[in-house]
């Protein structure tokens, strides 16, 4: 299992937007046939960060993810709202 | 939804005991009743560097994983074994 903790950081005047079009992201993400889930979540310590934490059981499912119609409108589309991008830290799943 | 984002970074010398009692401890963590899901993780960019996920429903099950009779003794098992503990990322889960 491929485990992806991406992060970003929101500025107060884009988060109305940036909430609408992740949350819809994150829904139709978590919807996929292929994937192990995908959490969207906002630091308790800072209202500007957020992280999408994803599970993608094969490289396959994960490749099938960013070939999805969602991902390639929504993904850029939350990007330009961000300070400086997504970063993302990949990991593979022990226990 | 809690959802508990904690890093640690472990010494090739330790490697081999870190492995097993962070194994252990994340097998008995998910079997909890009350957790959402506690995932152990390694980075696949730097083989020192491993993450727990864990979804605690409400403060509660997180309260009584803190209180369980395996965290009281693996954790602070594990932690002997990192370099500068555990760092937690606390975040609310939205989707």
């Known amino acids: ?3 992806i903790y991406a992060t970003v950081h929101v500025k107060d005047e884009n ?3 940036f909430l609408k079009v992740m949350t ?3 829904r139709r993400s978590a919807a996929e046939p292929q994937c192990g889930g995908y ?3 906002q ?3 800072n209202h500007n960060e ?3 934490i994803e599970f993608w059981p094969t490289p396959d499912s994960h490749e099938a993810h960013c070939q999805s119609q969602h991902f390639k409108t929504l993904f850029p589309k939350m ?3 961000t ?3 997504v970063q993302d830290i990949i990991s593979r799943q022990l226990v």
Chains 1, 2 share one sequence.
């Open 1 to 3: 299992m491929e485990v």
């Open 15 to 17: 988060m109305d937007e």
């Open 24 to 26: 819809e992201l994150a």
């Open 39 to 41: 959490h969207f979540v």
């Open 43 to 45: 630091r308790a310590d």
């Open 50 to 52: 957020f992280a999408f």
């Open 79 to 81: 990007c330009d709202l």
């Open 83 to 85: 300070e400086e991008g």
